[in-house]
């Protein structure tokens, strides 16, 4: 019992920020229908931002986490400025692989400037860890719970309640009719962008302290935030939130009462078979429902 | 107001606009009609900015609308009523109003936008019973009317209709052109576009007869309502009828 509720926890933590990174591609693609394979390095550059910021320069820690949010999106603005809206008059796959280019760019660049070592970031609170039923529970979960809800409670405010966040959706849904409406769509795909990959570089700031952090880890939580996506059905904020913490809760339950050796297979089991069962993931409405 | 000289606009190597010319003064209601494939359409979309490559003139209170994207034309003062309506149906109808007054709240004109609501909402009284509703559980003839009290959001000098009646049962089409009619009464310069062109022609003041790309006859909306060519070709006479009706 113990260890379960022990699993459980662990598995809610890297749930969330499964989460996270399921919430900043979902909403990417729902509004520019687009599939970011880089998004995964975009984690990365929030994570070793924090060992930059925070370990190396030592500066304090809202403004570390500030300034690696900073970076992820502003990273995430040149990104579509000079890689995606180039091409954009070519067809989705086309983009689609510059995406995939743009992830191997990053992760090369990471490598040159952090190198190939992975660095560790302390907790951001040094309280001491709570026991619920014999099994601990890490500040640092809690943090990363409640930074993960909050993000995609402002998210899903930002797009029903403010006017720029309602242009975006009007946007994702029917660009030519947002066009005459008088809504440039161009800006809105950038700030779309820029708050995606923002998403991901916070999903990095939160995973820093509970994993060793190194230019490569990228790749495979961009695959898992990809597979919580699918999962809770692609363009649906709580969708992918939702997807997000059963993904990382089936795994940590499945390392732990079966072998930890399927940790990381679970998640593409999962896709595959979401893929084969509903296409349209978990939580999706009958019609293909934005947001 | 609106000035279009010889334009031509083609798709690839498919021309669909010959070299067409035509005008809308100040306060006219102008229709344009012709069937299907005459280049109505595409003659529309080069006005509001859709079609990237057209070749002559076309200028808005005398600046030329070459280059300029549709988000600026639209902040210029033309919005358009898009064919099919194209509204944003996953939200709901005060928000896809909003979305109408885009521009007019980065202008910073939130006063006027709040007077534009009650003007339209007070104009389709259904659209105020609706307002919470998501926009595409509307029927067509809500949503046309939900299409057109977007595009005024905007507080255009000129309105451009395309085929505002498609679609939609005769007594709905009988009333969106009663409403077309009002706003030209109250000031508002309208370029129509439809294949309807009995319902086109009796409130306009002026209109122009598209056939394959090219104006073959413009003139009165009363002249060209009587044009024995306009009444054969787009006002449903068939030539049984056309012709015992010239014996007569």
Partial sequence: ?291 | MLRIKNLKCSYGSITAVHGVSLSVKKGELISIIGANGAGKSSLLLAVCGLMKTWSGEISFEDNSLRGMSPPSIVRAGISMVPEGRQIFSPLSVMDNLKMGAYTMYRKRMKAEVEKDFKMVLSMFPILRERADQLAGTLSGGEQQMLAIARALMARPRLLVLDEPSMGLAPKIVDMIFETIETLRNQGVTILLVEQNARAALKIADRGYVLETGKMVLQGSADELLVDDDVKRAYLGQDYGDFYDGRGN
């Fill in chain 1, 1 to 291: 019992m113990q260890e379960i509720i022990q699993y459980l926890f662990s598995g809610i933590t890297t749930g969330a920020i499964y989460a996270v990174i399921a919430v900043g591609l979902s909403m990417l693609y729902s509004s520019t229908e687009l599939i970011n394979f880089a998004h995964g390095e975009f984690v990365m550059v929030g994570a070793m931002a924090m060992v930059t910021f925070w370990v190396h320069l030592a500066w304090p820690l809202p403004l570390a986490i500030l300034a690696a949010m900073a970076l992820g999106c502003t990273l995430g603005l040149l990104f579509e400025r000079f890689a995606i809206r180039t091409a954009k008059a070519s067809n989705p796959i086309v983009l689609v692989i510059i995406t995939v280019g743009a992830s191997i760019f990053l992760r090369g660049t990471g490598m040159l400037a952090w190198g190939k070592d992975p660095f560790s970031v302390p907790s951001f609170s040094s309280h001491e860890s709570i026991e619920i039923l014999g099994a601990a529970l890490l500040p640092q979960s809690i943090w990363i719970v409640l930074g993960a809800i909050g993000l995609a409670g402002g998210i899903h405010f930002f797009l029903k309640k403010t006017l720029t966040g309602k242009a975006m959706v009007a946007c994702a849904v029917n660009q030519k009719a947002a066009w005459l409406s008088g809504i440039p769509s161009e800006r809105m795909a950038v700030l779309a962008f820029a708050i995606s990959t923002g998403c991901g570089a916070i999903a990095g700031i939160f995973i820093a302290p509970i994993t060793m952090s190194s230019y490569d880890m990228g790749t495979i939580l961009g695959l898992k935030g990809f597979c919580a996506a699918m999962i809770g059905g692609l363009g649906s904020l709580w969708g992918a939130f939702a997807g997000g913490i059963l993904l990382g809760v089936l795994e940590s339950l499945g390392a732990g009462l079966i072998s930890s050796g399927l940790k990381d297979a679970i998640a593409f089991i999962l896709l595959l078979l979401i893929l084969y069962i509903r296409p349209g993931g978990l939580f999706a409405a009958k019609e293909a429902k934005r947001f």
